[in-house]
């Protein structure tokens, strides 16, 4: 799976995928150190172990690179950076029940917009799965060459 980039100087208008999210009862926030043992079990259950270790390393960070998305007390999806490496967006995931509503968007944005506030002028999404969705919701590219990435 390639690597894309982001232009995170030039991102689109985020608003419109955190409204789609409340319009549908999701909060979505930072998540709190109180956070920890619920995202990793979540992770677990719904996507893997591996995904589960890498977002477990966010909460040793301040503030805690990951944001979560939650519909009243139960956490429905995440989105992590600085992770792995640098500058990297991921892992992130939403319960699959729960997709197609806006709420991977915005998970996305709120991850990039701190990026941004770190200083960076762009962003990589390491590993990707579904590339449409990346470009067509924040302009993201594939990285030519990327395919074995970091991950091997």
Request: aromatic share 14%; hydrophobic share 45%; charged share 25%.
């Amino acid at each position: 799976m390639p690597d894309m980039l982001v232009r995170l100087y030039d991102l689109p208008d985020a608003a419109p995928y955190d409204r789609r999210a409340e319009e549908v009862g999701i909060t979505v926030r930072r998540a709190q150190p109180w956070d920890r043992s619920a995202v990793r079990a979540f992770i677990e259950e719904h996507f893997s172990k591996r995904w589960a270790d890498e977002a477990e390393l966010t909460f040793a960070r301040q503030p805690i690179s990951l944001f979560v998305a939650a519909a009243g007390e139960e956490t429905i999806g995440f989105a992590a950076y600085e992770v792995s490496t640098r500058d990297y967006f991921g892992p992130t995931g939403v319960r699959e029940d729960w997709r197609g509503r806006g709420i991977g968007a915005a998970l996305l944005f709120r991850c990039l917009a701190a990026m941004r506030e770190l200083g960076y002028a762009y962003a990589v999404i390491g590993g990707v799965g579904p590339a449409e969705f990346y470009e067509k919701v924040c302009g993201a590219f594939v990285i030519p060459g990327s395919e074995t990435g970091i991950y091997g």
